[in-house]
């Protein structure tokens, strides 16, 4: 499995705040993308990168902006956390070069926003 | 657009018993189809994937899909489950190119009984 990392894993905050979610990957892979789980709605796609400075928006991403200046970090804020934002976010790196390549997914980061 | 549907939110199954879960999907191309599975407070591991080839592919632990495309599924199996095989599982469907986007089901939450 590609070498994703997320971080915080855990974090609460309060309606208001900005909050960002760091996700790092070793495997030089082009791509990256962020993910939140809510029950009931699988994983849903916020926003993906295809390369540095190259990203674009998923289904879900009201609310939510990325970054990334370096092909290994890949970067969710939310401006504002709203309560609807509780949810827990999975990073994904892919390397985008082979056919038979899938998504490789970190720990997840779960965060509560009250 | 593409969707994937995962008809069962829950499924209960005695350890020894034989083991489907279902999964239909819609999307414009050849699709490129994939399981994991979740552990509680896990993240997402790969179980299988098909891309191309035989319909009937292997997976890790045990596992098997089948592709079917006239009836738009690729429904999940195993022989013979095992107690540590309880967890949440999702289909995804997704393409290569165009930043390989996943698409995925709401999951089915599998409960071994001993």
Known sequence: DAGITQSPRHKVTETGTPVTLRCHQTENHRYMYWYRQDPGHGLRLIHYSYGVKDT???????GYSVSRSKTEDFLLTLESATSSQT???????????????TQYFGPGTRL??? | AQSVT?????????EGASLELRCNYSYGATPYLFWYVQSPGQGLQLLLKYFSGDTLV???KGFEAEFKRSQSSFNLRKPSVHWSDAAEYFCAVGGFGTASKLTFG?????????
């Open chain 1, 56 to 62: 674009d928006k998923g289904e879900v991403s009201d």
């Open chain 1, 87 to 101: 949810s827990v976010y999975f990073c994904a790196s892919y390397s985008g070069t082979r056919e038979s390549d």
């Open chain 1, 112 to 114: 509560t926003v009250l």
């Open chain 2, 6 to 14: 995962q008809p069962d939110i829950h499924i209960t199954v005695s």
């Open chain 2, 58 to 60: 292997q997976g890790i």
């Open chain 2, 106 to 114: 709401t999951g089915t939450r599998l409960q071994v009984t001993l």
